[in-house]
């Protein structure tokens, strides 16, 4: 079998990828602790996440079919990893939120003949579009600083929606909420953050 190395990625004569285990540590280990420490900001539970994404990387080899590349392949793992912790994160408050939601909120936020959003809850802009390097550094940071303030599920439906770029419905699904409480969720959140904001940042 002949292989090249392209940017840490081996391949087959057909062009697929190949994975390398033995590697994995020094190319890929700094790499996903650092997606999943912008995503919990959990020292010890994301260092946990990067072994347990190895280990069940190991289980799966026979999975890879090789269309990606192995850290595309191992970041895949990690995010349904991340997804789990939100999940946990958020069950002991979802039932309560959510009912809640669903009952009282729709109606405060939409009309109820079409469904859009009530003049007054309309969703606006944070006010923060510098785009200074800098500035994005510490605005991520004083970010993060606001998103821990959130109720867990609402962190994670804003996390999965606006810092992963997800899918509604794949949110809904995992998270295990309607696409009504969905929409509901993200603008609470967004409100909340942009008062955090505001306060902090601005």
């Known amino acids: 079998m002949t292989q090249s190395l392209t940017n840490h990625n081996t391949t087959d004569q057909s062009g697929k990828k190949l994975l390398e285990p033995r590697f994995w540590v020094e190319r890929h280990a700094d790499f996903l602790y650092s997606y999943a420490f912008a995503r919990l900001n959990d020292d010890e539970q994301c260092r946990d996440l990067v072994q347990d994404t190895f280990l069940a990387a190991l289980q799966k080899t026979a999975s890879f079919r090789g269309d990606s590349s192995e850290r595309t392949w191992l970041t895949a793992i ?121 306060k902090n940042w601005i």
């Open 78 to 198: 990690l995010k349904y990893k991340v997804i789990d912790i939100y999940r946990k994160r958020s069950g002991a408050f979802h039932l309560k939120e959510t009912d809640g939601i669903a009952a009282n909120d729709e109606e405060e936020f939409f009309e109820p003949d079409d469904n859009h959003w009530k003049r007054e809850h309309w969703p606006a802009l944070f006010g923060v579009e510098d785009k200074d390097p800098l500035h994005n550094k510490e605005f991520m940071r004083i970010l993060q600083q606001c998103l821990q303030r959130l109720p867990p599920l609402w962190m994670s439906v804003f996390r999965l929606k606006h810092l992963d770029d997800e899918g509604t419905e794949m949110i809904c699904e995992q998270l295990r909420i309607s696409s009504a409480n969905f929409w509901v969720i993200i603008h609470r959140a967004k409100v909340n953050l942009r008062s955090c904001l505001q």
